[in-house]
């Protein structure tokens, strides 16, 4: 069990810093900014759960692997990006992927921890979420979990999955694939088909009227 969440740890972290450097790329900033987005969208959401559940120091920068990971991510995304970019949505796909990793291992490292099923399912969401937090709010750009796209909850479907299997006594590593899956799934599911939370009345209600007032 160790091995398998350091190794989804790792890939984690390495497609959400793939999701960061294309950030980067796409903004026009150089290769060191590439480079910390790359680290700030890998290992943010890490930081934050060892953090939380004392486990200190934080394997993001007691392990070199993650650094290693990020650079190689990085890297890649740089000098390959017309490579990356050929996939539909790279940035998107890379960070789905990124969301179900980070969200299973972060859930099931807290219930390692011995935390409350109900609390390692949202310390597991918040894994998920913060690397993608991090990188929007550097990349100075609204993050995507606060936007009505289904996000932070198809990480807390992965987290609840790996909880509920926690609870019922069942093994944990096909929980843990199930999860990532599910959450990969309905990530990409709401990007092809425009699933969305719903949003305040008020805020369709005035929108129109808004974008008159602009164009007036």
Not at 68 to 80: P, Y
Not at 206 to 212: D, E
Request: charge should be positive; charged fraction near 10%; hydrophobic fraction near 60%.
């Amino acid at each position: 069990m160790h091995v398998l969440l350091l190794v989804l740890d790792l890939v984690g972290t390495f497609v959400f810093a793939i999701s960061g450097a294309a950030v980067g790329v796409q903004g026009g900033l150089d290769l060191f900014g590439v480079m910390v987005l790359a680290f700030a969208a890998g290992n943010a959401g890490g930081i934050t759960r060892d953090l939380l559940i004392g486990a200190t120091p934080p394997a993001a920068i007691a392990d070199w692997r993650y650094l290693g990971v990020s650079v190689l991510a990085g890297l890649i995304t740089f000098f390959w990006y017309p490579l990356i970019d050929r996939m539909r949505s790279p940035v998107l796909v890379f960070d789905a992927a990124g969301l179900a990793l980070f969200a299973v291992t972060g859930t099931q490292k807290a219930l390692v921890c011995r935390l409350n099923p109900v609390m390692a399912a949202l310390l597991g969401m918040l894994t998920g979420i913060g690397g993608g937090m991090t990188r929007d709010v550097l990349a100075m750009q609204i993050p995507t979990v606060l936007r009505e796209d289904i996000y932070a909850v198809a990480a807390l479907v992965a987290a609840a999955i790996v909880a509920v299997g926690y609870v019922l006594h069942l093994p944990p590593a096909p929980m843990i694939l199930a999860g990532a899956a599910a959450c990969f799934a309905l990530r990409l599911m709401a990007m092809l088909r425009g699933w969305h939370l719903p949003v305040a009345r008020s805020a369709q209600r005035h929108a129109p009227a808004k974008a008159v007032r602009n164009e007036e």
